[in-house]
């Protein structure tokens, strides 16, 4: 079955406490993104990955780093999380950046106390 | 201005009726258009897609797009229960060498019996 992976799907953890969320898909795409949605405001992109190795900012990318080792995985990474990274996360991939579906995860509810 | 602007709603229509869903834009050189829906604690999932102007039907949901007014819209026919959702216009841009998807905050739509 195509699918998009994360891992956990659920996070309580404090600040300062560094963690990872997983994200794998494979539909063999180039594309992987990472979004995170407030109430509000959306869904707003945090990191993008054209293909390996290829990472790139997006809108809201201060506090998070992300890697792209294996075209599969593209995992979030919080060095030092803040109670205003609190939100509910997203990993996308899709074939073609933008003009083909974007498939998404089932999502990660992370806070941070 | 927001890049993508939507009415937070919620929209809410009998059951049996049109809902009609709309998105505003703000960049002119946005090529390609989508409507997400969302379900409450469940991850975005494409249900129409359009690229030029005009009207795009698939089953009971028809997009409208026009590039002048930079307006997309969506049109849900014969609403059901099960179309209560949350509904997110995304938009993209070429952008160098990626193609970025900005989403707007979305609509939430309540049919009721």
């Known amino acids: 079955e195509a699918q998009v992976t994360q891992n956990p799907r659920y996070l309580i953890t404090v600040t300062g406490k560094k963690l990872t969320v997983t994200c794998s898909q494979n539909?063999?795409?180039?594309?992987m993104s990472w979004y995170r949605q407030d109430p509000g405001l959306g869904l707003r992109q945090i990191y993008y990955s054209m293909n390996v190795e290829v990472t790139d900012k997006g809108d809201v990318p201060e506090g998070y780093k992300v890697s792209r080792k294996e075209k599969r995985n593209f995992p979030l990474i919080l060095e030092s999380p803040s109670p205003n990274q609190t939100s509910l996360y997203f990993c996308?991939?899709?074939?073609?950046?933008?003009?083909?579906?974007?498939?998404f995860g089932p999502g990660t509810r992370l806070l941070v106390l | 201005q927001k890049e993508v602007e939507q009415n937070s709603g919620p929209l809410s229509v009998p059951e049996g009726a049109i809902a009609s869903l709309n998105c505003t834009y703000s960049d002119r050189v946005s090529q390609s258009f989508f409507w997400y829906r969302q379900y409450s604690g469940k991850s975005p999932e494409l249900i129409m897609s359009?690229?030029?102007?005009g009207d795009k039907e698939d089953g009971r949901f028809t997009a409208q797009l026009n590039k002048a007014s930079q307006y997309v819209s969506l049109l849900i026919r014969d609403s059901q229960p099960s179309d209560s959702a949350t509904y997110l216009c995304a938009v993209t841009a070429n952008t160098g060498t990626a193609s970025k998807l900005t989403f707007g905050t979305g609509t939430r739509l309540q049919v009721t019996l």
């Open positions: 359009i690229y030029s102007n």
């Open positions: 539909m063999n795409h180039e594309y």
């Open positions: 996308a991939s899709s074939v073609l950046a933008g003009v083909q579906t974007q498939y």
